[in-house]
């Protein structure tokens, strides 16, 4: 049993936990670094086109199943508070096998899938081509990244996000060893950094798989009954559906956003992405006090303890607002000479100077957001995410409609940041009831 009295829970635990979080995400801005400047020697577009583009469509799909992650770990945080080993156990077996099973079926229907991405794809006839022969090799690791999804949601609902740093270097350095010695060493171009891919991939499972049982003997003698208990798999499988809603939900809106603004003109597009830039690094940064909230929070709310719920959401939120306001601020200071070193266009550089502003405001905007899903997947509350991710999806199509034509580009970013406002402000709405879910500590 997890101890999870509030004294428990300080400051030094919650940067334990966060840490390696952070460590982990820095490495893959790093990877993706690597698989352009090895494609990039190439001396073609076409094959950097390709890249991105298959890239895209696999992440796409792949998060559609984040639930596997953020779903293990909310479950597997109640279950270690309550003291629940053998359900500790199961959780992360269910999560294994509905993470391979998911995987399975991209691999088996992958042609229509892929039909589908290449039709909404501006890709040119060339670009797909080749797209389609890193997509071919790729896919085929399908079931070990979605296992994996379990595997580290599973790790950070027992505080081992070291564990979760190490996978994380390991895959992504031996991916970055294999793009090398594949794509400049052997001359094999795309598909060289697909098989890359797929072996670091698959050997990341089976590390992640090592470091499970070295954690956790006897893993694998879990209780199959209890594993395919029908209630169980109930209770999993709802959690898992309103986050995978949500999930869609979220990914329209950032899908619409990135269309909306092609139509605003070429340089109106590469602007936005070169500032969209930034609020991946906003989200890398915060997933560390994010992941700490769902993990002390499921916790707290295994154990039974409001008081450490509390506790645990207002430490963690507070990390993450020390984060937010240095990263505006940082944001605000260099966010121009950021930019001059992300491209070297002067139309572009122009073009996002202008719209610089609204990145400096996005971390503050978005921090209750971040942090309350946090709270919220450790809660397993996943009902109220999917409801407040709907109102927000809505309000957001509502500020596209009235703001995009009269504003432009302007009336678009305000239309995201009413979107993120909402839903902090949608779930700080329901938060009480959260806490009234654990009895009285």
């Known amino acids: ?35 352009t400047g090895v494609i990039g020697q190439l001396g073609s577009a076409v094959p950097l086109g390709a890249i991105g583009i298959g890239a895209v469509i696999l992440s796409s799909v792949y998060w559609v199943f984040g639930f596997l992650r ?29 993470g391979g099973v998911a995987g399975l079926a991209i691999v088996l229907f992958q042609v229509p899938i892929f039909w589908a991405a290449f039709q909404i794809s501006p890709a040119s006839a060339e670009v797909e081509t080749m797209a ?15 296992a994996f999804y379990g595997i580290t949601g599973w790790l950070i609902a027992l505080e081992r996000t070291r564990a ?65 208990d029908p209630v169980r798999l109930r209770r999993m499988a709802q959690v898992n559906v309103d986050i995978m809603l949500r999930s869609i939900l979220m990914l329209g809106a950032f899908t619409s956003f990135l269309f909306l603004g092609a139509g605003l003109g070429d340089v109106t597009l590469a602007a936005n992405q070169v500032l969209l830039q930034f609020l991946h690094i906003t989200a890398f940064a915060l997933d560390g006090f994010a992941f700490a909230a769902e993990t002390l929070v499921g916790q707290a709310l295994g154990a039974g303890s409001r008081a450490s719920i509390r506790r645990s959401a207002v430490l963690t939120s507070g990390w993450g607002l020390v984060m937010v306001v240095g990263m505006a601020a940082a944001f605000a200071l260099f966010g121009e000479r950021i930019i001059e070193l992300m491209t070297t266009a002067p139309d572009v550089r122009t073009e996002a100077h202008a719209y610089l502003f609204w990145i400096v405001a996005a971390p503050l905007i978005g921090i209750a957001s971040w942090m309350f899903d946090g709270i919220y997947i450790g809660a397993t509350r996943t009902k109220e995410m999917r409801n407040g991710m709907l109102i927000s999806f809505l309000v957001y199509c509502l500020a596209v409609w009235l703001l995009l034509e009269p504003y432009g580009n302007h009336g678009l970013w305000a239309a995201l940041m009413i979107f993120n406002a909402v839903r902090g402000l949608t779930l700080a709405w329901w938060y009480p009831k959260l806490e009234a879910s654990a009895q009285s500590s």
């Open 1 to 35: 049993m997890a101890d999870i009295a509030p004294e428990t829970i300080t400051h030094r635990r919650i940067l334990k936990i966060a840490f390696p979080i952070v460590l982990a995400n820095i490495t893959v801005p790093l990877l993706g670094l690597v698989d």
């Open 164 to 228: 979760v740093l190490i996978l994380q270097v390991w895959m992504n350095g031996l991916n970055i060893i294999l793009d090398l010695w594949f794509v400049l060493g052997l001359g094999w171009g795309v598909e060289g950094v697909a098989l890359a891919t797929f072996i670091a991939e698959w050997t990341g499972l089976l590390f992640g798989l090592w470091l499970c049982v070295r954690g956790m003997p006897g893993l694998f003698r879990a209780n199959w009954v209890r594993i395919f």
């Open 70 to 98: 953020m779903g293990t770990t909310g479950l597997t945080s109640q279950a270690h508070g309550a003291g629940n080993l053998e359900e500790v156990r199961a959780l992360l077996l269910r999560g294994l096998m509905i």
């Open 132 to 146: 389609r022969s890193y997509l071919s090799i790729r896919v085929y690791s399908a079931p070990a990244t979605l």
